[in-house]
């Protein structure tokens, strides 16, 4: 092998020069691919929560895969592709349809977990996606965090109201059956108005010396 190199040293580093520009070449033209990422935290808190602990069951919800479920609808997927500027408004339908797929496809979710990088009870999501432009690939991501931190305050103020009512309900609930009990006592109060502490005391003892009257009759 060192003798053929000795012998043939002028083709090959003719050869090592000619694959070396090739690949520079074809790595010079290639056409580049840009990739935009965002992390964004899942947040788990239930509104309700914390108003009925230790009162009722609050049901438990992944809130990465609400959110990875959310951005991958078609509603959200046309709010990012318009707002990213990927559809317009006179654009054809068949146009606008091809696009929402290749976005929808081209978007990616992944659920994170601080302690499990690959996912699993994950508390964060991360969006990327790749586009040979970089622009297009910043204001797609940017247009998704946009819409996702859109929808989840929209969805927040959605629960906090449902909260409130529930609780507003339960509260008149409440204060319908306390003074529904508030009447009832006074109604048994103005009837049993002899009730009372002297003249129990008065039963008792008149009670008593009939008691010791029979006795006495006995004997």
């Known amino acids: 092998l060192l003798r053929e190199l000795v012998l043939h040293k002028t083709m090959i ?3 090592f020069v000619v694959v070396s520009f090739s690949v520079l070449g074809a790595g010079f033209y290639w056409p580049k ?7 964004l935290y899942a947040d788990e808190q239930n509104i309700i929560k914390p108003l009925l602990q230790s009162q ?5 919800v992944d809130r990465a895969q609400e959110a990875k479920d959310m951005i991958q609808t078609r509603r959200m997927i046309e709010m990012i592709a318009r707002q990213s500027g990927l559809v317009k408004d006179d654009d054809p339908p068949q146009v606008v349809e091809n696009m929402l797929r290749y976005l929808q496809v081209a978007l990616v979710v992944e659920g994170l977990s601080p302690a499990n990088p690959m996912g699993g009870g994950a508390t964060y999501i991360r969006l990327s996606f790749s586009n040979p432009s970089q622009e297009v690939a910043f204001k797609v991501v940017s247009a998704a965090v946009d819409a996702f931190i859109k929808e989840t305050t929209e969805s927040k103020q959605r629960e906090s109201r449902s909260a409130y009512q529930f609780i507003n309900g339960q509260v008149a609930t409440y204060k319908q ?5 508030e009447a009832r006592l006074k109604d048994f109060n103005a009837q049993n108005q002899d009730g009372n502490e002297q003249t129990v005391n008065q039963s008792i003892s008149a009670l008593q010396g009939e008691i010791q009257q029979l006795k006495l009759d006995i004997d």
């Open 13 to 15: 580093v003719v050869g």
């Open 33 to 39: 691919n840009y990739e935009a990422k965002a992390t």
């Open 56 to 60: 009722a069951a609050v049901t438990s």
């Open 177 to 181: 059956q306390l003074a529904d009990a």
